[in-house]
Each structure stands twice: as C-alpha cells, then as structure tokens.
C-alpha cells in the first residue's frame, strides 16, 4: 500500500484517478475545493479547500504522501483567453507553493501531474511526438507549458520525481458501474453533444471549414478510465524500478476522431433534434493526435476502453443511469 493524494479529486479526472489508485490497494487522500459525495466513494481522507490554501497544505505534509497526483487546476481553453490572470494564477502561482512544499518534505514523493495536449500548439507533424516543439496558442496551454518547465527544475534542484501526462481529450465514464462521470455542464463534445440529445436541446457544433476531411475538427479521445490507470501504472514503475526523473508522456490513443462523427454516433444512437453550425472557437487547433509509445514503452500501458463508440456509451449510462 502506498500513500497517495490527489489535488482536484473531485473533479472529472481527479476522481478517476483516486478510485483507480483505490481499487489498486493505496491509501488516497482527496484535496479540492469542491465537494461531490459520489467522488468521494471509498477514499480514504478527504479535505475540501483550494490546494495552495495552508490547511491543504498542512493535510498534504501530515499525509507523507508517496505519490502526489496534481489534477487541480483551470482548464478552459476558450476563458484562459479572456481571464488569463486566473489561469496563470491557480495553474502556475499555486504550484510554485505548492513544490515548495513538496521540496521540503523527508522524502521525496513522486509527482503526477495533469498536462495537456495544448501545450503543442498547431502541430507540425501527426501523430504528435513528446519531443515536438513546445508552442501554445492559448493562455491555458502556456500555463501548462510553463508547469512543465517547473517540475523539470524541480527534479534537476530537488530530486523531485515527476511525470507530466499530456492529456488529449479525455471523455466517458467509470466503465463498470458507471456511478462516476462528467458534471453536467461539461464543454467537450462528447459531453455536450449527449447532454443536448437527453435534455432535446439544440446542439452548437464549433467550425465546418477547418482544414479536415469534414471540415470539423480531429481530436484523439481517451476513455477517463483508461487514463487513471496510466496514473497506477506510473506509480507502480517508479516503486519496481527507482525512478528519478521528470518525464512528458503523451496520453491518447493515435486514432483522430472529428466532431461529425461524434454528432452523427450520437445523433443515430441517441438522438439530437437540431444542430446548428458556428463560428469556430479561439484557440482550437485543426488536428491533434498523439503519438503514444512513450506510455506503452515506459509503462506497459495500453487503451481498453478509448474506442469512441464504447467512450460515448458509457458517458450516455452515467448521464442516464441505465
């Protein structure tokens, strides 16, 4: 049994990741600053406040963590652009107080923290590879980009182990009981598209003229589940073999999904009355797809539930409960 706290656990990720670790036999501690009953199901401890906050930070150093899983934090593209100042100071800011914590610590926990396919910009090369060029278009991405370097100074002054996981886009539900998903209100696609086909509303697809076989944007969809489990598995190869290091490690599947065959999957399955085409959004790039040996390799990691039809199937069982 190891030690694990995860900030932000009960959000979307974060809960994914703390029941995985859970069911994997650790200890889990949640922070956040949000309380959701459900998130909680069988964790361990939890304490509701902003992860930077001194008690938080008090819970984080009593908790001798082994492994720290950083899931909180802002993670709207489309906000960072027009409130930058909140992204760059509950994403960056708070980290720096939160490492300094960290550093401080008898021994030195291993860090997992939730990076973001945005920090690659418009890619140059598809499939996207760790060491392509670092080059956000949005605020939100520039703060992950900007942590990124944080943690990497932190191992080199530090010896504080890490491993920044570049999610693409993750969706779907807890696949088995499907008693853990998304909040309503979600803005991806998948989330939005089902929640408008439930509640016979009218659905906003973003953009018909990118550069695309469709015109509609690509994206590489991870199920949530199969995520968290990258998480257990990085645990599990730095206590196996002394990891030390800060590694980038993209999470997706290498398969480009786009917005159409989302809305047309949920339009045939499930139903959508009305969608309405409009103006792309700031900050969208065309086509992000990853490339994803880093996490097959180094973790022995391999996508069970990340087809798209099994990841809107499971989002539509936790939205409905059927």
């Known amino acids: 049994m190891k030690r694990v706290v995860v900030t932000g656990g009960c959000g979307y990720i974060g809960s994914h990741v703390a029941r995985a670790f859970k069911l994997a036999g650790n200890h889990v501690t949640i922070i956040d600053r949000v309380h959701r009953e459900h998130t909680l199901k069988d964790i361990d401890a939890h304490f509701i406040d902003d992860f930077a906050s ?16 950083h899931c909180a934090g802002t993670s709207l593209v489309g906000p960072s652009i027009d409130n930058p100042s909140e992204y760059w100071d509950n994403n960056v800011v708070k980290l720096i107080k939160l490492m300094d914590v960290v550093k401080d610590l008898p021994k030195r926990p291993l860090m997992l923290f939730s990076s973001s396919a945005s920090v690659y910009g418009e890619p140059d090369t598809l499939p996207i590879p760790e060491k392509h060029r670092i080059d956000p278009i949005s605020p ?3 703060t992950k980009a ?3 370097r944080i943690f990497k100074d932190y191992y080199t002054a530090y010896a504080i182990p890490s491993v920044c996981f570049r999610f693409f886009n993750a969706a779907g539900a807890e696949p088995h009981t ?17 929640e408008a086909s439930i509640n016979k509303q009218p659905f906003k697809l973003y953009g018909k003229t990118y550069n695309t076989t469709d015109g509609t944007c690509v994206r590489d969809y991870i199920h949530v589940w199969d995520l968290a489990q990258a998480h257990v598995l990085a645990a599990k190869m730095k206590f196996a073999t002394g990891y030390a290091g ?7 599947t290498g398969n480009g999904v786009s917005n159409y065959e989302i809305v047309n999957y949920v339009r045939s399955r499930y139903g959508l009355t009305d969608v309405e085409t409009v103006a792309p959004r700031m900050g969208d790039p065309a086509v992000l797809v990853a490339e994803c040996n880093q996490a097959r390799h180094l973790l022995n990691w391999e996508p069970k539930f990340s087809d798209i039809n099994t990841i809107i199937d499971s989002a539509y069982r936790w939205y409905t409960r059927v």
């Open 54 to 69: 001194d008690g938080a930070l008090s819970v984080l150093i009593h908790a001798e963590p082994d492994v720290i899983v």
């Open 140 to 142: 939100y991405g520039n």
């Open 146 to 148: 900007t942590c990124e």
């Open 178 to 194: 499907y008693n853990l998903g998304q909040e309503p209100g979600a803005t991806h696609i998948v989330a939005r598209a089902l």
């Open 246 to 252: 800060s590694q980038r490690v993209n999470l997706g």
